[in-house]
């Protein structure tokens, strides 16, 4: 197991419940001038470069969050990075605030593994809605769209994979202890192993491996 540094603060920890899911598909029509969007990042660009896209310098991304050794992260809650596939993700709940967490390694600078933490109601929805749009609905499992959070069940997955980038996505969304409601998304690539590894230390999925291989099975019975 690879070794782990730091501490994360609030996060979409894993409570009672279940899905998982998958697929890859359509894009989604932005209609946002900005230059900038998560979904568009991929994993050979060097961090200097994203930030810089953003608008952004290294030294407004200082973090507490956790991650591998030999790796660093570069954390924003600033509205110019907080964007996915056109869908607008800056907000806040109370005094917890949504963010972005993008992983790099110390080496090479190259990204390795973006998260998304989002905690106000309607960027969680207009989340899911992106997800949807560009990577269409999620296959696995079929109970994907059909979860309703209760006193029992107060957490729940998707999870699409890409086989031609080998890029996955995990969703969750989840009730807190003050049922409040929290979303997150990792994005990594899944032939990564250890990244693959913190994805799942990090309760997005119990495991991305058995995750990609069902959603990769159902999408090639599908065609």
Request: charged share 30%.
């Given at each position: 197991m690879a070794a782990i540094i730091g501490y994360s603060?609030?996060?979409?920890?894993?409570?009672?419940?279940?899905?998982?899911s998958g697929n890859a598909g359509a894009a989604t029509d932005s209609g946002s001038s900005s230059s900038f969007d998560l979904s568009a990042l991929t994993f050979k660009q060097q961090i200097q470069d994203v930030v810089k896209q953003a608008g952004?310098?290294?030294?407004?991304?200082n973090s507490s969050g956790w991650t591998l050794a030999g790796y660093k992260i570069f954390e924003s809650t600033d509205p110019k990075m907080l964007e996915f596939d056109g869908a607008k993700l800056a907000g806040k709940a109370g005094d917890s605030v949504n963010k972005v967490l993008i992983h790099y390694a110390l080496k090479d600078k190259t990204v390795k593994l973006i998260e998304i933490k989002v905690f106000?109601?309607?960027?969680?929805?207009?989340?899911?809605?992106?997800?949807?749009?560009?990577?269409?609905?999620?296959?696995?499992?079929?109970?994907?769209?059909?979860?309703?959070?209760?006193?029992?069940?107060?957490?729940?997955?998707?999870?699409?994979?890409?086989?031609?980038?080998?890029?996955?996505?995990?969703?969750?969304?989840?009730?807190?202890?003050q049922g409040k409601e929290e979303a997150g998304l990792a994005i990594v690539d899944y032939s990564d192993t250890m990244m693959s590894e913190l994805v799942s230390q990090k309760a997005y999925t119990s495991s991305v491996e058995l995750d990609v291989d069902a959603v990769l099975k159902l999408m090639k019975n599908k065609k």
């Open positions: 603060g609030t996060g979409c920890g894993r409570s009672n419940g279940s899905g998982k952004l310098k290294m030294e407004d991304g106000s109601a309607a960027e969680i929805k207009a989340l899911r809605d992106a997800l949807d749009k560009k990577l269409g609905k999620a296959l696995y499992p079929n109970d994907a769209y059909t979860t309703v959070f209760s006193d029992q069940i107060r957490y729940f997955e998707r999870a699409w994979a890409d086989p031609k980038s080998t890029t996955g996505y995990f969703f969750t969304d989840a009730l807190n202890k």
